[in-house]
């Protein structure tokens, strides 16, 4: 399977503590993006970070991609409650196909 | 900008019945996209389209899904006979074109299928 792989499955950290999710995925991309689930709701697009870029920031997040090692992290600085949700980690493919493969995601909980 | 509308939001059947669930994408969003994601998983994509044409639906099981976008708008996925395996949520996205870009997802519908 392409997909990719995520971890920690589940993280529980403390309000004001940095989270960071791993994704590792198996075949060349186009860009990996990051996107956010609340229970019961649709994804949320957090970030896009194309393939020819290292490091990507957008407000708490940091998004960091290592091509060599087919793998991306995601940092979320400065933890709050909200933040408890569902990341996933989803890669376009470097083959023509470019609908979106998900990871299988990580639970975050942030305690207050 | 209103986003990605999905109905019903819930749906209970008996298997081998058969569901419907619609979606009306962004307005101007060439690509649509149908996804299902199985509890404790990450999405699968369905069925991609382009305004009416269908780009990808090599993971649509075509003996039971179908899926249409008839103007090039709104979509509807179809199950028919349903299994207890189709228990899933099932997600619309759309996006501007098919460059690989940000995807905008509706809030999905639940189906629980006995």
């Known amino acids: 399977s392409q997909q990719g792989e995520e971890d920690p499955q589940a993280l529980s950290i403390q309000e004001g503590e940095n989270a960071t999710m791993n994704c590792s995925y198996k075949?060349?991309?186009?860009?990996l993006q990051w996107y956010r689930q609340n229970s019961g709701r649709g994804l949320v697009h957090l970030i896009l970070?194309?393939?020819?870029?290292r490091e990507k920031h957008s407000g708490r997040l940091r998004v960091t991609l290592d091509t060599s090692k087919k793998s991306s992290s995601l940092l979320i600085t400065a933890s709050r409650a909200a933040d408890t949700a569902s990341y996933f980690c989803?890669?376009?493919?470097?083959?023509?196909?470019?609908?979106?493969?998900f990871g299988s995601g990580t639970r975050l909980q942030v305690q207050p | 900008e209103a986003g990605v509308a999905q109905s019903p939001r819930y749906k209970i059947i008996e298997k081998r019945q058969s569901v419907a669930f619609w979606c009306n994408p962004i307005s101007g969003h060439a690509t649509l996209y149908w996804y299902q994601q199985i509890l404790g998983q990450g999405p699968k994509l369905l069925i991609q389209f382009q305004n009416n044409g269908v780009v990808d639906d090599s993971q649509l099981p075509k003996d039971r899904f179908s899926a249409e976008r008839l103007k090039g708008v709104d979509s509807t996925l179809k199950i028919q006979p349903a299994k207890l395996e189709d228990s899933a949520v099932y997600l619309c996205?759309?996006?501007?074109?098919?460059?690989?870009?940000?995807?905008?997802f509706g809030p999905g519908t639940r189906l629980l299928v006995l």
């Open positions: 970070i194309r393939s020819n870029e």
């Open positions: 996205a759309s996006s501007l074109d098919t460059g690989g870009e940000t995807q905008y």
């Open positions: 989803a890669s376009v493919f470097d083959t023509g196909r470019r609908a979106l493969t």
């Open positions: 075949t060349s991309i186009n860009n």
